[in-house]
Structure formats: C-alpha cells, structure tokens
C-alpha cells in the first residue's frame, strides 16, 4: 500500500493531515456555534418583538460562520506553537466575544434592517390576513348570506372523539439511559489515570490485575456506549419529527443541543474546567480558547438532526424489516470490518471533526443514530423481545472473551494489518459493539423495565442540560420567577457536576500520596503529567475510589436539586440521552504506570 498507511506517512503527508484536522475541528465548532446563534436570535425576536422580522440575519451567520472558522483554524494549526504570547490575549478576547454573546450581532441586524423599513406589527398583518379567509371575521352581508344559503341544509352532529389514551412510558429505555450514564462516570475515572492501549504485555510493564481489571472494563464498555447513545437518540428523532413537522423540529433541535455546546465550548470548558485542572493539579492555565469537552456528542446530534430533516422528510418510512441474529452479527461484522479499514488509513485516536478517536469511532455513529430512527419506523423492539436470551448472552460472552484476547494480549504477536482489521475492527468495533448493545436492550426489557423507588432520583441528573437550555429557550419559565430561580440553581450545580470527577482524582491522589504509593519523576514541580504509581496493581483500588467519589457527587446533587415540574414533564423522552455526556467531563492527563 505504499505510504497509504498511517504508519508509513511521510512528514508531508503527516503536515498536510494536521492542517486538514485543524480545519474540520474549526468547521465543527464553527457550524455548531453560527447555527445556535441563528436560532437563538429568531427565537428571541418572535417572542420579544412585535414586529415581524424580513431581515436576512443569515448573511451575518455566514460572515460569523467565516469568523469563527478562520479564528479557530490559525489557533489551532501547529497547535497553536505559531502564534506569539502577545496575540494569545487578543484570541482569547475574541472567542469569549463572538462565541457566546455573538447572537447579539444577529439580533442588532434584525432591528436595524426593520426599524429602518418599518414594517407592521405582527398582530396587524396576522389580523389583516385572516379578515379575508376565517369565517368568523366576515362581514355582515357575508354572514348573513352564508347562513341564509345554510338554512335549508339539515345540521350533521359531528361526533365527539376521545383523545387517544396516553401510551405508558417505556421504563427500561430510561434505565439504560440512567445505566449508561453510570458507565459514563466510571469509565471516564479510570481513563483519567489509567492507560490500556494498546495492551499490557506490549506496553512493557508487568502483568498485574491491578491494571488488567479496570483496562477489560474501559475496553468493552469503549465499544458500545457511545453507540447505544446515538441508536436511542435516533430512535425518538421519527415520532418528534412527525410531531414538530420540519422547520419547527430542526429550530427546536438547535436550540435546545447547541446553547450547551456553544457556552461549555467557549466559557465553561477553557475557564471552569480547565481552570479547576490548573488549581488541583498544576496544569498550564489559560491553554485552549476552545474546549468542548464531551458536549462533542450534541453538536453531532444537530447535525445528524439537519441530515435527518432534509434527506429523510416527513413521509420518510422506510420498509426495513428487523434482521436475525445472524443479521445483526453480519451488520457488526461489516461495520468492524469498515471501521479496521479506516484505522489502517488515519490514526484512529485523534480528535478529528470535533469528535475524539474520529476515525476508530465515528464510522458507527451515523449508522446506529438512523438504525435508531429505522428500528422506531417498523417496530424492531418488538421484534428483538421474541430472540433467544440464551444465544444473545452467549454471543455476547463471546465478543468479550475474544476482545480481551485480541486487543489487550495479543497486539505485539500479531501484524498490524491483521490486528487492526480483525482484533480492533470485526470483533471490537463491530461484534463485540452489536451483542453488547442486543445483551444489554434485553436484559433491561426483561428485568429492569419498570420505574424503581431511586428511579426519578438518578433521572433528575440526566436533565439537567435539558432544564438549562430551557433559561434561555423557554418563555414560560422565563415568566415564573421561581422556576427560573430553581432552573439557575440546577445550572450551577450542574457546573459542580461536570467536573465531580476532577475533585474524585485529586482525592484519590491525595490519599495515595499520603501512604506513599504516588511518586513523581521531578520532584522540584510535582504535576499530574509526571506522577506514577509505585505498583499497577494500585490501579484497580485508585479507579474504584475515583468512580466512587464521583458517583458520590452524582448523588449529592440529585438528592439537594430541586425538579421544576414545568420542566420535567416535558422531557421525559428524547430529551435526556443527550446529558450523559454533557454531565460528567474530564480532564486531559494520564498517569503513566
């Protein structure tokens, strides 16, 4: 294959992919950011102004679009090492100046362009347009004839309909969501520290359990979390859609996922949590003018959304009929296969498109998100009830008997070529992701499908992103005081939330520290990039304090946050798949073992 391998890239090949990820991650936060900023204006316009708005506003969409892009494409191309320490005030000044409050600018053009052409209120154009067709602003005479014309027309009772009975709420989707937000936690404490890739032996470090426990643990709940994520986001997005119709349902969408993703990108992330980092743990501060963080997972939700509304529509309903078992593995198989070809190509843990490990990752998201959306369409969990539990259980099994043996025992006895194809690809990527995913839906309809006395405790964490988005986005509770109030205290502790396992690690190493089981390689400047643990097997306890701590934490604030009911009500479905990730975020460090 000649240089076409990642492992064989030249220094100009390898110089032109950093440009091409600088450039997708500036139009990632770009899109994301103008997008929110467009809908965030319109919103506030309709419900603040009484004139109707004939601006074009997306002119200065595209021009903060082109803004946005170019400031983040030069601060991020050769990491940023180009730009002189004088000019870094100057980005970081911008960013916090059009990244948030740049629906301002929108907002300004709005006014400007209708004051100046002064067109009529809302309500006068509204009463003008339907004076000519509703029948209860006709004139007299028009009246008058049309009930004259009627008289003779006998009277037809129409019959009063029920509305239809109100569906029970499916309690074991919301567990798993509730589940995985669990594994969200702990599997980001062991990351934190902990290092796996790309296998004990091959790593030259002594075989320990210690290490080996947690690693298997990352190293499958790494291959389906993400993905059963994006399947049941997919997997309400239909019935929403029928719901809202297209406009409404694409305005809703950006709204709602990107004011997260626009304030934790450009305040909460580069500020709080880097901030926090700097404090407990001696990390460079300031250091990025953009951060993300895991709202990564919402801003791909909006544009899957945007895919959905303009290539799928509302008649989109697909005749797709729920594959085997045998089905399902050959889809895994296929996607894994798909997946090891690309890792051949790129490298598979970079942060490509504003999304992490792109390339070993992204393959599958899009195609679990619409299989989401195709399982809603014709009924697949019905479908899925009637499968052997005896076979799906031993499948699963399997994958992760095989996973274990391939990506953490085996990567330096076997060629790349092979490993990455078959170990990372077919089983990891694709088999072991799609049992897991099956294993894991039935288990919850057989025997955690019904709402338990901790179930709304833990859900109220879930929507939390939902109720701060709702500060901004809904006028009702804008109107109630205390609502607003109980919104705004759920939004701080939500902050406190994202970064509960910061304060877990910085107590784990406090007590290993203390017993004399953390030492650094420069003493002089102690800091998290150079500490170590004097034995791997101290990895396990270390993991199973720091995901304790932080499940802790979770705790805490579920049980002292209030639940506005407005608020509650109305996102007990689609809403909350998409706080597991917003939630919980990490810092950037390892600890080398």
């Known amino acids: ?129 339907t004076s000519l067709t509703h029948p209860l602003l006709l004139d007299e005479e028009q009246t008058e004839t049309t009930l004259d014309a009627d008289d003779e027309t006998p009277a037809v009772i129409q019959p009063i309909t029920q509305p239809p009975p109100k569906k029970e709420p499916v309690h074991y989707i919301n567990n798993i969501k509730i589940f995985l937000t669990c594994v969200v936690i702990t599997h980001h404490s062991f990351t934190n520290f902990g290092s796996w890739w790309p296998g004990i032996i091959s790593m030259g470090t002594d075989f320990s359990w210690g290490m080996a426990i947690p690693s298997i643990y990352v190293l499958v709940d790494a291959s389906y979390f993400m993905n059963m994520f994006f399947f049941y986001s997919g997997y309400f997005v239909p019935k929403s859609f ?19 993703f626009t304030v934790y990108t450009y305040v909460l992330g580069p500020y709080v949590e880097e901030g926090l980092a700097s404090l407990l743990f001696n990390t460079p501060f300031p250091n990025l003018y953009q951060d993300n963080g895991t709202t990564w997972f919402v801003n791909q939700l909006m544009i899957f959304s945007i895919v959905y509304t303009f290539a799928c529509g509302l008649d989109w309903n697909p005749t797709v009929q729920c594959p085997s078992l045998l089905g399902f593995l050959m889809i895994g198989a296929t996607i894994g296969l798909f997946t090891g070809i690309v890792m051949l190509f790129f490298p598979a843990g970079d942060f490509f498109f504003v999304v992490p490990q792109f390339w070993q990752d992204y393959p599958s998201y899009p195609l679990y998100f619409f299989a989401g959306a195709i399982a809603q369409r014709n009924g697949w969990m019905e479908k899925i009830k009637e499968m052997s539990r005896v076979t799906i259980y031993v499948l699963m099994i399997l994958c992760i008997l095989l996973s274990v043996c391939c990506k953490l025992f085996l990567p330096g006895n076997v060629p790349g070529v092979v490993n990455t194809l078959v170990g990372d690809g077919i089983i990891w990527k694709g088999l072991l992701s799609v049992t897991t995913c099956l294993g894991l839906s039935v288990f919850f309809m057989d025997y955690v499908n019904k709402s338990y006395f901790c179930t709304k405790f833990f859900s109220k964490s879930m929507y939390t992103a939902c109720k701060f988005i709702y500060i901004i986005a809904d006028s009702t509770v804008c109107a109630n005081l205390n609502n607003h109030l109980v919104v705004l205290l759920h939004h701080f502790i939500d902050i406190i939330q994202q970064i509960v396992i910061q304060f877990g690690l910085k107590a784990m190493v406090t007590v290993f520290e203390s017993t004399g089981s953390i030492v650094y390689d420069d003493p002089a400047s102690p800091s998290i990039y150079n500490m170590k643990f004097t034995d791997s097997n101290l990895a396990l306890p270390a993991w199973l304090l720091t995901a304790a701590i932080s499940q802790e934490c979770r705790g805490l604030y579920c049980s002292i946050a209030p639940n506005p009911n407005p608020l509650s009500s109305r996102h007990g479905g689609h809403g909350s798949q998409l706080t597991a990730h917003i939630s919980h975020q990490s810092i950037r460090a390892t600890i080398q073992l």
């Open 242 to 260: 029928d719901k809202k119709k297209g406009h409404d349902f694409l305005f809703d969408r950006v709204k709602r996922l990107g004011i997260p």
């Open 1 to 129: 294959m000649g240089n076409a391998l990642v492992t064989n890239w030249t220094d100009t090949q390898k110089a032109l992919y950093s440009v091409q990820t600088s450039s997708s991650n500036a139009f990632g936060w770009a899109i994301g950011t103008t997008l929110t900023h467009y809908c965030l204006a319109t919103w506030i316009w309709k419900t603040k102004s009484e004139r109707k708005d004939t601006s074009p506003s997306f002119i200065i969409s595209m021009l903060m679009f082109w803004t946005l892009w170019t400031l983040s494409f030069n601060s991020t191309i050769n990491d940023g090492t180009a730009i002189a320490d004088d000019q870094k005030k100057s980005y970081y000044i911008a960013f916090l100046c059009l990244g948030v409050p740049g629906f301002l600018a929108n907002l300004l053009f709005s006014f400007s362009w209708n004051f100046r052409r002064g067109h009529k209120k809302v309500n006068e154009d509204e009463e003008t347009s």
